[in-house]
């Protein structure tokens, strides 16, 4: 028999994995500042750009969806070193990077290392401390894509060879991951079925369809605004305010991020109901002063928008999930958080593609108007359909209990 981690082990592991999963999240914000200057050197359009941004985010949906249980049976520090590996590898495709092409395959790889590690550093956390461990799942990754995102912008600034210095740095900080991990004590694995736990499992239960229907225009735009700035955001702040500085773009992305990290904390112990509808106004608010930021080249009101519609985003995908997942049982969970990543990547890929194109035929500024509308309409739906959803449920307990 075992005895129980001492706290000391336990801060240490919640510290190591934390750290861990921020630089997997800050390698994923990298490219984002990166990408106007790899256009200006490669001369691709901005529907290529906005690809290569989707394939990141098609497979790390793939790993998440195929192997998010590996860990389960091969162990939390094998699958975690793997990711790593995979992450290393592109890093030097980054580092060789001449064309777009070695974009697209570094992407890939991103995608597939940062879905093995977000399921295996996640479930860790959890095995380490599971109440500690989820408010960690909740915010480093946020934090990790801000200090990604400025870490980037500050390399590019102020070192040499911006589109190296980068990824060497992300190497040395993925292979001292690599190293700490090793100390950390396995905490899973040894269980049958790695094979069989490959096949993915899907499913809504029907006492969960009606909530999921009624955050999934919320949840859509949330993620539609994510992806949209880190494909085109630093492209959108170069050209509306003629700044020729990389600190800007980086700073609007980070100012997201973070913000949204904050959002996640101040609402943890707020009703998903009034998370929902708050996140659902600062997304509106902040988007508007995005689009004023925009229309009159003003980098106050493009930060200042970043903050706000940052606070909407992490409040409402945190409103989402806490509307949702509570309605399924344990064993149904893991299949219904497979429809969240579903629904959540597709929203940060597909309408990017779609923007990129309008984009590159009809100017970035026709296309953020359109694609802001309709990240307002889904919004503004979503806030219809969630007070009428509390005022059924409302009426029906009272019907019910006579109260």
């Known amino acids: 028999m075992t005895s129980a981690p001492s706290a000391a082990s336990t801060r240490r592991s919640l510290a190591i994995h934390s750290g861990v999963l921020m630089v997997f999240m800050g390698a994923s914000a990298a490219p984002t500042p990166l990408y106007r200057l790899y256009q200006a050197a490669w001369h691709f359009t901005p529907t290529l750009l906005t690809a290569i941004f989707a394939t ?118 993925l292979l001292m991951g690599l190293a700490f991990v090793w100390t950390t004590p396995e905490t899973s694995g040894g269980r049958p079925g790695a094979v069989a736990s490959l096949r993915p499992s899907i499913a809504v239960p029907v006492h969960a369809r009606g909530a999921l229907l009624a955050v999934t225009p919320l949840n859509i735009a949330v993620w539609m605004l994510g992806g949209f700035y880190f494909s085109l955001m630093p492209s959108l702040v170069a050209q509306t305010t003629h700044s020729t500085s990389p600190w800007l773009g980086g700073l609007t992305v980070a100012a997201l991020t973070f913000t949204g990290a904050l959002a996640v904390l101040a609402a943890m112990r707020v009703s998903a109901y009034r998370v929902l509808l708050s996140g659902a106004g600062l997304l509106v608010t902040g988007l508007a002063l995005i689009l004023i930021g925009a229309r009159y080249g003003s980098g106050t009101w493009l930060i200042v928008g970043s903050i706000i519609g940052g606070g909407g985003f992490g409040a409402s995908f945190l409103g989402s999930v806490r509307a949702v997942l509570p309605l399924a049982d344990a064993n149904d969970r893991t299949r219904l958080m497979a429809v969240f990543y579903i629904e959540s990547y597709l929203a940060f890929s597909v309408p990017t593609i779609a923007v990129g194109w309008i984009a590159q035929h009809h100017g970035l500024l026709a296309a953020i108007d359109i694609y802001a509308a309709t990240i307002l309409a889904l919004a503004l739906a979503a806030v219809a359909w969630i007070v009428s959803r509390a005022h059924h449920v409302r009426g029906h307990a009272v019907a019910t209990t006579g109260r």
């Open 56 to 173: 990141y985010a098609f497979a790390l949906l793939a790993a998440l969806l195929f192997a998010g249980r590996l860990s389960d049976h091969l162990g939390r520090r094998p699958v975690i070193t793997l990711a790593i590996l995979l992450n290393l590898v592109a890093m030097l495709a980054f580092l060789e990077a001449d064309g777009p092409g070695w974009l697209v395959a570094a992407r890939l790889l991103q995608g597939l290392a940062t879905g093995l590690a977000t399921a295996a550093i996640g479930a860790a956390l959890l095995d380490v401390d599971r109440v500690h461990g989820a408010t960690v799942n909740s915010i480093a990754p946020l934090v990790g894509l801000a200090l990604g995102a400025l870490g980037s912008t500050s390399l590019v600034v102020l070192a040499p060879a911006p589109l190296q210095g980068v990824f060497v740095v992300l190497s040395v900080l």
